[in-house]
């Protein structure tokens, strides 16, 4: 991930009167799971486990997953997450989950759901990390206080700003394998 080109790509969207109202949310999870002390609030610790597909590497906590796609639909309108949920039941037409079943998608998500933002309505999920959860099979020591991970919903431009990237073929491959209906875990 590299935070210098979603800036920019958030710069030139703004030249052009896009992703203008942001909704920023704090994901938490009380009274469910641990909690911790922030900036004197309470707040329950989202719990994702080290992805058992990554290499360990010295110091860096690897998940799979931080978004739930129930998250990404907290500042959409009820006509946008109908929508966004027939287009992701569209999308799902033909597909099949990992036991081999047809899938039948019960929450708007992915490419379907991001469609059906505005192109002012882009969304930042922040998600504050159970250190215990992210450190029990990283081999990493436990961090002292919770790690924070985000994922940005960001709507379809309607400028279709070209953008430039440098990434390398493990990146490529990954991002071409990863499924918008992927079963959590």
């Known amino acids: 991930m590299r935070p210098a080109f979603i800036a920019e790509y958030v710069r030139q969207c703004a030249k ?7 909704t920023v949310r704090l994901a938490s999870r009380l ?5 911790a002390e922030i900036a004197g609030h309470s ?17 860096r906590y690897t998940i799979k997953r931080v978004l739930s796609p129930a998250d990404e639909l907290c500042d959409l309108t009820d006509e946008q997450k109908e929508r966004a949920l027939k287009a992701t039941k569209e999308a799902a037409k033909g597909k099949l989950n990992r036991k081999g079943e047809p899938l ?10 991001r469609h059906q933002r505005r192109a002012d309505q882009p969304l930042l999920l922040l998600y504050p990390l159970s250190p ?3 450190a029990k099979s990283s081999g990493n020591p436990e961090p002292v206080a919770p790690l924070v991970g985000f994922a940005i ?4 431009s309607r400028q279709q700003l070209k953008t430039e990237y440098v990434v390398n073929d493990i990146w490529f491959k990954q991002d071409m394998e990863f499924d918008d209906f ?3 875990e």
Request: charged share 30%.
């Open 16 to 22: 052009q009167g896009e992703l203008g109202n942001w």
């Open 31 to 35: 009274p469910e799971g641990a909690e």
């Open 43 to 59: 707040i329950g610790l989202i719990t994702r486990s080290h992805s058992k597909s990554s290499d360990v590497v010295p110091g």
């Open 104 to 113: 039948d998608p019960d929450t708007p998500r992915g490419r379907p759901l």
């Open 132 to 134: 215990a959860e992210v």
């Open 153 to 156: 919903s960001f709507p379809f």
């Open 182 to 184: 992927e079963d959590e």
